[in-house]
């Protein structure tokens, strides 16, 4: 029910493995935030959106709520009949406006009013992606991506055979006033990761999507006004690259796993392809510009899933196949400590831990279902207790 409310459940413990203070935030039913692309946290920090199976009666079926970091209560913001698709919602820094797909439509809500509305109905035998809103809060883009009958599931199921079916993509602009929708670049690949800049609403990332070392250019620059697209870091034989973002400081990261790497993990702790690594090959992360000029790489010697960096990226936070870890930037070479263990599972993409910096960079939240079920946890850097 839309303005319920639900008691706090946090809970703190002390870290196995380094004796850090972890607070567990949720514990009933499924809870996961936002993808590592977004940020669940709100301007300053005091306040996460996430989604939550807790309301329904149906296993897996997601609304969205907000909760209040200092007390622990949790407000529920969404009822829909058809759920929130997982990672399929996004919203605002401020948190006032969400944008989210439920069934076949895509969805804005205000989080002032709890008023929400349909802005694009999708009656095309199409699949709608993961929509990010422009810095100027006129419209969103997203990725939309022919059907096609290739079964997904957990452990990557499907993965490699949706990115060898999917011939006819595109990139769409939806006015969030429902107006208008319009095509700004066609493909013939299986497209996602839409992300804008974080400060101009006439730039975009977005990439070919499929295993790393089967795609051959992975991100793409978007120029929303001429409807152009360049290549950014011009991939090698060798290259596996993936996981992109926007800085807060508008430069693009990426991860480039060197040759074997398809960019997975799987239950089982390794990825789905069993394809050789060449060991002389050091994997590294990179920072480009918007023009897609590469700024500057640096070797990475170990292996995380994902990576979120601090706001002056001198700093990283990744996850290992067991263990959230820091990455210090600011010296001559990467230096590793852990910061805690995980624990998850791995099994599905709600299982990813995909840790993720607060906006002051003193919180990392992350997922785990190391209960069984999928739970919000978040680590204090400055290991001040929560009230």
């Not at 011009?234 to 693009?252: N, S």
């Not at 590294?284 to 994902?306: E, S």
Request: proline fraction near 4%; hydrophobic fraction near 30%.
């Amino acid at each position: 029910m839309i303005g319920k409310r639900y008691p706090s459940e946090k809970r703190m413990y002390l870290d196995q493995k380094t004796g850090k203070q972890v607070w567990q935030l949720t514990s009933v039913e499924n809870n996961f935030h936002f993808y590592f692309t977004d940020n669940s946290f709100s301007l300053g920090d005091q306040e996460i959106y996430f989604l939550s199976d807790r309301s329904s009666h149906h296993p897996e079926h997601y609304n969205l709520f907000k909760m209040d970091l200092g007390t622990g209560e949790m407000t529920q913001l969404t009822d829909e009949e058809k759920g929130i698709a997982p990672g399929l919602h996004t919203k605002t820094p401020d948190s006032e406006l969400v944008v989210y797909v439920t069934g076949n439509q895509i969805k804005t809500l205000d989080t002032k009013t709890l008023r929400s509305k349909i802005i694009y109905e999708e009656n095309n035998h199409v699949h709608l992606g993961h929509p990010h809103i422009a810095p100027n809060k006129k419209y969103i883009g997203i990725a939309r991506n022919e059907k096609v009958d290739v079964p997904r599931g957990a452990n990557y199921k499907g993965f490699t055979e949706t990115m060898y079916a999917v011939k006819k993509s595109w990139i769409s602009l939806i006015h969030l006033d429902g107006t208008k929708k319009y095509d700004v670049f066609m493909d013939t690949h299986w497209l996602g990761h839409f992300q804008f800049s974080p400060k101009d609403s006439t730039a975009a990332i977005f990439c070919h999507e499929g295993p790393w070392n089967l795609v051959q250019q992975r991100i793409w620059l978007l120029d929303i006004t001429s409807r152009s697209v360049e290549p950014l870091f011009r991939q090698g034989e060798d290259d596996c690259i993936g996981h992109e973002f926007w800085t807060e400081d508008e430069k693009i990261f990426f991860d480039n796993r060197r040759k074997g790497h398809d960019g997975t993990i799987t239950i089982n702790k390794t990825q789905v392809a069993e394809v050789p690594h060449d060991s002389d090959q050091t994997p590294f992360i990179g920072l480009a510009d918007k023009q897609g000029h590469n700024i500057t790489t640096i070797p990475l010697p170990f292996y995380c899933n994902h990576y979120h960096s601090n706001k002056d990226n001198t700093l990283l936070v990744g996850d290992g196949v067991e263990d959230l870890v820091l990455i210090d930037l600011s010296g001559e070479e990467a230096v590793m400590e852990t910061l805690c263990s995980h624990e998850t599972s791995w099994n599905t993409q709600q299982t990813h831990c995909h840790p993720t910096f607060s906006w002051d960079n003193r919180y990392i939240l992350f997922t785990s279902d190391r209960e069984g079920t999928c739970n919000l946890y978040l680590v204090d850097l400055d290991q001040n207790d929560l009230n």
